[in-house]
């Protein structure tokens, strides 16, 4: 019920925003497009999966029979899963997979995927952070997101670097949720303070994993400036530093299905002072694009990994 609320929900927040624009220029947008710019943005979905599943494999411990073959299919069996089940069934399907196949116990398995996704938030926080400071057009509402944007990452930084402050945390967070889901917040802190013990044991590891998703996100981005060119617009790349983390940031928002809609809004607001909102609604496309095509991709690959959910779901019973 709540991925069929999300659907409506992105669909009337496109036809808002549909009803707005000029249609006809949208489709123009995409006809004048320049091609080349286009076929390679795109196609670093190939390069941006490959280092993905790399680091996914770096994230596994020494002897663990994850290949690279294996990790690519899983990233992207994990994509079409996190489009179209609720609650990151992808990331869960993820943990079991390296359950069975890396030789892991259930509980690691799940704080090497919660390592891996606080890797990548803190990485887009992080770009996101450096924009936003030299960002120069900022008015009341930037600020606010600066400090929102630096907040998170300090918070994230600590909880990474600090057991005592994660406890804390952890504490805070099971006293001011509804009682339902404190038994997951109780697990989140148990994965939590196990992945703790497994990643600070080799700082020069922790090190590696991190760079690599700051590098990741660097690529994120950089891909969103090229579909900007593709559409023969143009934002400096610093600026787009800033705004597009903030767009994807919109669509992380449980409100509509894999943040269509509201990051759609999300760039038509955020670009206003450097391309038209016909403009701005193809590149909101072409970043939905972003999900869309390693989903894709992962369909052939889907049933065994929505057997592994099943399976999951069966042993937490």
């Known amino acids: 019920m709540k991925r069929v609320v999300s659907i409506i929900v992105s669909l009337v927040i496109l036809g808002v925003i549909y009803c707005q624009i000029d249609f006809a220029g949208l489709i123009g947008v995409f006809r004048n497009c320049d091609r080349m710019w286009m ?14 599943a790399w680091r996914l494999q770096q994230l596994m411990p020494n002897g663990s029979s994850l290949g690279f073959f294996e990790a690519n299919k899983l990233i992207l069996a994990a994509s079409v899963l996190n489009m179209v089940l609720p609650s990151k069934m992808g990331d869960i399907a993820k943990a079991y997979f390296m359950k069975q196949r ?26 996101c952070g450096f924009g936003l400071i030299v960002y120069e057009n900022k008015d009341w509402l930037f600020w606010v997101m600066t400090g929102s944007v630096i907040f998170g990452l ?35 802190r148990l994965s939590w303070g196990e992945m703790h013990d497994y990643f600070w044991r080799d700082k020069l590891q922790l090190l590696k994993i991190s760079l690599t998703s700051v590098f990741i996100w660097f690529l994120h981005l950089l891909q969103i400036w090229f579909f900007i060119l593709a559409l023969k617009a143009w934002t400096p790349m610093l600026a787009n530093l800033a705004l597009s983390p903030l767009a994807i940031l919109a669509g992380l928002l449980p ?10 809004a999300a760039l038509i607001l955020f670009y206003q002072p450097y391309f038209a909102a016909p403009t701005a609604a193809a590149l909101g496309v072409l970043c ?8 894709i991709a992962g369909l052939p690959f889907l049933g065994q990994y929505l057997v592994a959910v099943q399976n999951f779901r069966r042993e937490s019973l």
């Open 255 to 264: 409100l509509t299905f894999a943040g269509v809609g509201t990051r759609d």
């Open 102 to 127: 890396g030789h892991l116990d259930g509980s690691l398995s799940l704080s090497l995927v919660v390592f891996e996704k606080a890797c990548d938030m803190l990485s887009l926080l992080l770009w």
């Open 39 to 52: 076929a390679i943005s795109l196609g670093m979905v190939v390069p941006l999966t490959c280092i993905t």
């Open 154 to 188: 300090v918070t994230g930084v600590l909880l990474l670097g600090s057991r005592k402050f994660a406890a804390v945390f952890f504490i805070i967070g099971k006293a001011v949720v509804p009682k339902k889901m404190r038994p997951k917040v109780e697990k989140l």
């Open 288 to 295: 939905t694009s972003r999900y869309l095509l390693p989903a």
